[in-house]
């Protein structure tokens, strides 16, 4: 995975948009303004993804390249390292499914 297509991909999802909020270094991809993940632009080596705490502690057991997340809510967070250990399928699915759980987190709209 490279960064355009990380990119591509986050903002093929309903509703998300791109922001910078902790700097012109730092992208975070939102969705209805909730932030679901995040990386850094200039050297895009990892990226931060929210996940099922239950989910997060399995995933950082089994794939050395997933730690808790980087400056983040360790429970709720991982990072991943972008090494190529990881295929591109299983980093498409772990975005979406940080997207598809933020979404889940949110009220009903009308």
């Known amino acids: 995975m490279n960064i355009e297509s990380f990119q591509q991909f986050c903002l093929s999802l309903p509703e998300v948009t791109e922001e910078f909020p902790f700097g012109e270094d730092t992208l975070v991809f939102k969705v209805r303004g909730k932030m679901f993940a995040l990386t850094n632009l200039e050297l895009f080596e990892s990226i931060n993804l929210k996940c099922n705490p239950d989910e997060a502690v399995e995933l950082r057991e089994r794939y050395?390249?997933?730690?808790?997340?980087?400056?983040?809510?360790?429970?709720?967070?991982?990072?991943?390292?972008?090494?190529?250990?990881?295929?591109?399928?299983?980093?498409?699915?772990w975005i979406r499914d940080s997207y598809d759980l933020v979404l889940a987190g949110m009220p009903k709209r009308k």
Do not use: A, F, R
Request: charged fraction near 15%; charge should be positive.
């Open 64 to 93: 050395p390249s997933v730690t808790p997340g980087y400056h983040m809510n360790k429970k709720h967070w991982n990072t991943i390292i972008i090494d190529n250990t990881i295929s591109d399928t299983m980093l498409y699915k």
